[in-house]
Every structure is written in C-alpha cells, then in structure tokens.
C-alpha cells in the first residue's frame, strides 16, 4: 500500500499542530475583530465599535461556556432530530441499499483482488452519501426555518444562540451516526457474502508427488474452479492438508478418512479480511559506489515516490528497525515486500528479477544473507512478497563484514571503523539473529537486485515486519469512524454558512470548502512554490503560450509582474488552506481494502483535528448568526 504523506509520532504532531492552530486561529479572530470593527464604526463611529465588539465576544464567551445548558441543547437536539426524519432522510440508506443491489451484479469476484473492490466500492459509496446527507440538512435547516418563521418559536424562548447552532449539529451528527451504523452492518454482510465461495476436492483430483524415481506418499492436485481460480492442494502421508494460496487467498483442508474413501472437505475464504499492523523501519539507500545516500536513483519516471538502485552492484536499499527483542519475534522476523522493477534491457518479460534477502549488525557491521527471491515486474496487482528471517540461521549462501560509507565534508567516514572490524565474525556457520545480528535492538535489512541491467525500487512502507493482524471488523468501523469525522466537519461549515446565506448559496458554499479540503495539501505546495510551473498566473501563462513547465520565461516586464502577482497569489492561497480542513487526509478506504490496521494515533490525530475545525467555525457560525435580525 502507497502512503506518500506518513504521520509523524503524536507527541511531535501535536505540538507542531498546536502552535500552527493556535496562531491560524489568533490570526482568523484578529481578522474578525477588525471586520466587525469596520462594520460598526461606519455607523457609529470608531469608539462605540470597539466597545460593541467587546461586548459581543464576552456575551460569546458566557453564551459558550457560562449559561449553556445540557438539557436546552438536547432539546434541540430532538428537534433536528423529527426535522431530519420529517424530511426523509432514511431515503439515503434507501438508496444505499439499492446501490450494493446493482453492483452485487457487476463487481467481479473472479478478479485478481476482489475483497480490494469490495472495500473500496462500498466505503467510496458510504463516504459520497453521507457528505450528501450532510450538506442537504446542514444547509438548507436553518435558511427554511428562517423563511418558514418556524425559527421565531425557538429564539423567543429562553435559549441561547449558541445553543441553537450546538443543538442542530448534535442532532444531525446524531442522525448521521445511525445511518452510518447501519451502512456499516450492511456493507460487512456485503462484503463477507460477496467473497464466500467453496471450492470442491475428490480423490480423482488427486496424484502421488514423486521424489527421485520414487513416490513420497505425499499428495497433490488442484481444487475445482470457482470465480475462475483453482488452489494447488498438498496431503501429507499422516493426512494432513494444505491450501496453496490463490488469488490473495486460502482455504483450511479437513481430510475425513483414508485412502480410496477419503473425503476432502474445504473450508470457507481466508487471508481476504485483514487487519495487518506492520511495524515500519527507515529507508536509506545505497548507491553503487558503496556510499550513503539520502536518495535512489530516478529511472525517468514522473511519479518520485520510489528511489531505485542499481542491480549487480554494491547498491542497496537498508531499512532500520528498532526494539526488535526475541520476546516480541522469538521465531523470527516475518517480513512483507513490495518492490517496484525497472529493467534496462527486457529478454524474457516473463522471467522474475533475482533480489537477495540480508541482515546486518549495524554496529559490528556483520552482514549475512538469508534468502534469495523472484521478484516480477508485470503483475496485474502489486505482489507482496512474504520473506522470513530466521531466529537460527544455518549455513548462510554469503557472510561478511560490510562497513557504512557515508561522505561528509571531513572526507569518507566508515561504519564500523577499520580498528574495530572483526573478521572472525564470519567464521561461524550458524548465526543467532539476536546474539549475532541484533545491537540494542537495532537491525539492519538489505535488500539487493542481484542481475545486472535491472533496478529495484522502493520507499519507505514497501518493507514492513507484519507484527500480527488486528481485527478485520475494527478495522472496517475505525474507516466508518473516519468517515464520521468528515461528516462533522461538513455538518459545521454547512451550518455556519446557512447562519448567513441562503440555502442554496450555503450549500455552494459548503461544497466549495469540501473540494478545497480535498486538494488542501496541493494547494499548499501552490502557496509554497513547490509545484512545477510556477504559481497560478505563470501556470496560467504557460497553459495558454502552451510553455513547458521546466524551462525559464524570457526575463522581461511581463514575466516580473506575473512573478509579482503570483507572489501575492501565493499569500492568499496559502490564507486559504490555513483554514480549510484536510479532508483528502482522512479516507480511510485504502487501508481497510488492502488489509493493513488503522493505527489508533492516526485514530486520534483525526479526531482532534476535526474539532479543531469544527469548534471554531460553530464560534464564527454564532457571530454571523447574532448578526442577524432573527437573532436579536
């Protein structure tokens, strides 16, 4: 799985995302102040608008926190509530419904990762109706009341306008949750249903394994076909079976009886509904001089997520890991792999690139080779290679010290150095990967491309150590959770803007920051001047002139008032995505549909920043809202 924009620890997150909070916020209300300044001293002139404003955020401030009333918001809380049933928002579970009935029809379980689109399919589908849902009620409540006159019943009762704003957006995240609840139950009977199949074994399918001339007593043969897939099928002499895996998954093998009368009876998918928790190392590479590198190599292609190294050569790509202990792993280290391949000249397309499997001290720099494997560069999906380290490691195919080379402004630094190579080190036929391999818990893994003429490319995630597997269906509500949090998000900007606006133009408003959040990190690398072409009125120019994005403008007057304008584009664009949420950030879907965990600091990092959106725009909703007559 690709993960371009890893989250940093929480402790470092946090404090980072406070202080960027805290000021985007101070920034946001000073801005604020001095509107509502403006709008009163050209009434009233300068001294009685600051006085007003004073008065209004201390009447916030008690609105919010002294005099608001548990027992008023639930109320109107209820209220929301029969509003939203009144209007008839079952129709979206209706039509959720309806949608799994269609693609129970199209979606393919012969394909090659069916529980993939699966997943995928019916959390995008969640996701879409739920940001619906959520725009419809948020923005069109509280502009109907207020044309309806309904609203005057509410603000001629003792409750506070800030009660009223906290009072729909529990209501309706209360409504979203049971929705979202039964999508939830729904999707997973989908999903589980959709990829049950049974496949059928006979003893007619099966033939002796023959060894040298001999037969071993062992059997094997294939399973019957289903969903266009068959499973190699092995039987020992002591009848025992095994499933090969197929197609991202297997099948458990129960064998009733013995010989001619043996009944073989396959049990239900496994390996399909995954909850992974890899245990990730840091990257760095090795280039084919030997020396240190912060970067692989660039084959030419556009997308630099992976770096590559050089086959047939001192090249490597070394991931770090830390804390490894033999109460965690006392059998070994079991690894998962996904490289990417790039071949210099093709010969057979067909035929796997060679790779070894290593492990090194990094302090002894004792370097032993555990495994070498086939990786292939034309498959239909990304193939996850499964490799393993074991604890006892016997006759290795190559040991030997190997020392760091890492360039610094003093010269060549070696690691370790050349007064404290041991050599004797590698005189051992059987290594003990803690005593042998293992410093302080620190563990070096290389991976090399052993043909010449062939690159292997990687990043950082593409080799992990697969900890255990989590629950497949805590997973799948930690995705519906994620999903949740962008609907509060959408419910606080959609009620907000319907305390100002018209219920259409809220609705358009609202939209307006969900497409924004979703392109929030690309509109920042624009404001920060890290896209190519330039910012948005040089792009613009190179779009029209049809310039291509690298070379440089001719120098002149035009080219120094685009630069200019962009400059002031910039500061704009980088205001706006300093409020909008991050809402591309929180999809959750690839995680569940290619089986990996959904770590808990992710969970809570989500979380607070979604009330860190939320609480200050439901603030700014309560000004806008006090601004109006109704609210008088």
């Avoid at 926190?65 to 548990?70: C, D, L, P």
């Avoid at 957006?169 to 199949?197: E, K, P, Q, R, Y």
């Avoid at 830390?322 to 790039?342: A, H, K």
């Amino acid at each position: 799985m690709v993960v371009e924009n890893p989250l940093p620890p929480f402790l470092i997150w946090f404090a980072g995302a406070l202080a960027i909070w805290l000021g985007v916020v101070a920034a946001v209300s000073l801005v604020g102040f001095f509107l509502g300044w403006l709008a009163v001293a050209l009434e009233r002139g300068p001294r009685e608008a600051v006085a007003r404003n004073w008065q209004m955020i201390c009447q916030a401030f008690q609105d919010f926190v002294r005099y608001i009333s548990g027992s008023r918001i639930s109320g109107l809380a209820y209220l929301a509530i029969k509003e939203s049933i009144r209007r008839r928002v079952i129709a979206v579970f209706v039509v959720f419904l309806v949608l799994l009935m269609f693609a129970g029809w199209h979606i393919d379980p012969a394909s090659r990762e069916p529980a993939v689109l699966y997943l995928n399919f019916v959390l995008s589908a969640t996701t879409y109706l739920m940001l619906l849902l959520a725009l419809f009620i948020a923005s069109f409540s509280l502009p109907t009341d207020i044309r309806n006159r309904t609203i005057h019943t509410v603000v001629t009762k003792p409750v506070r306008a800030s009660e009223i704003l906290l009072g729909r957006l529990s209501g309706f995240a209360l409504v979203a949750t049971v929705i979202l609840i039964g999508m939830a139950i729904v999707s997973f009977f989908f999903v589980t249903l959709g990829l049950n199949h049974r496949h059928t074994l006979t003893a007619e399918n099966l033939q002796s394994v023959t060894e040298g001339g001999g037969e071993t007593g062992t059997l094997t043969g294939l399973t019957s076909s289903v969903f266009g897939h068959r499973h190699r099928v092995y039987v020992d002499v002591g009848g025992q079976g095994r499933v090969e895996v197929a197609r991202g998954h297997y099948h458990s093998l129960r064998v009733v009886g013995s010989g001619p009368d043996a009944r073989y009876e396959i049990g239900p998918p496994e390996g399909f509904l995954l909850a992974r928790v890899p245990i990730y190392g840091k990257l760095e590479f090795r280039d084919r001089d030997g020396l240190d590198a912060d970067k692989g190599l660039n084959v030419g292609d556009e997308w630099t997520y992976r770096g590559y190294i050089q086959g047939a050569s001192p090249a490597a790509l070394i991931w770090t890991f830390e804390g490894m202990s033999p109460r965690r792993f006392p059998e070994g280290l079991p690894l998962e792999l996904t490289l990417g391949v790039f071949r210099t000249h093709k010969g057979n397309i067909e035929k796997p690139v060679l790779g070894s499997l290593a492990v090194r001290n990094p302090r002894t720099g004792l370097y032993v080779e555990t495994e070498i494997f086939e990786s292939r560069e034309f498959a239909e999906v990304p193939e996850i290679k499964r490799l393993f380290v074991p604890r006892k490691i016997v006759n290795p195919p190559s040991v030997q010290i190997i020392q760091r080379k890492k360039n610094t402004p003093e010269g060549i630094v070696l690691s370790p150095p050349p007064e404290e190579v041991r050599p004797e080190l590698t005189q051992k036929r059987e290594f003990d990967l803690y005593e042998d391999l293992v410093d302080n818990g620190r563990l070096e893994v290389w991976i090399r491309c052993i043909e010449p003429g062939q690159y292997f490319g990687a990043a950082q995630p593409d080799l992990y150590i697969r900890a255990r597997d989590g629950s497949f269906v805590i997973n799948l509500l930690k995705a519906c959770y994620g999903i949740w949090l962008v609907t509060i998000i959408v419910l606080a900007y959609g009620i907000t803007a319907s305390t100002f606006l018209s219920a259409p133009v809220a609705m358009v408003a609202t939209i307006g920051v969900l497409v924004g959040g979703l392109f929030r990190d690309f509109v920042i690398k624009l404001a920060l001047g890290q896209t190519y072409g330039g910012g948005p009125f040089e792009s613009l120019y190179r779009l029209v002139t049809q310039e291509n994005v690298m070379s440089e403008l001719e120098p002149g007057l035009g080219t120094l008032l685009l630069k200019m304008a962009d400059v002031i584009a910039r500061g704009f664009l980088f205001a706006v995505a300093s409020i909008l949420p991050p809402l591309g950030q929180f999809g959750w879907a690839n995680w569940v549909a290619h089986g990996f965990d959904i770590p808990w600091e992710h969970v809570l990092i989500r979380t607070l920043q979604t009330f860190a959106f939320a609480i200050p725009v439901i603030v700014a909703g309560y000004f806008f809202f006090k601004s109006r007559e109704i609210a008088e």
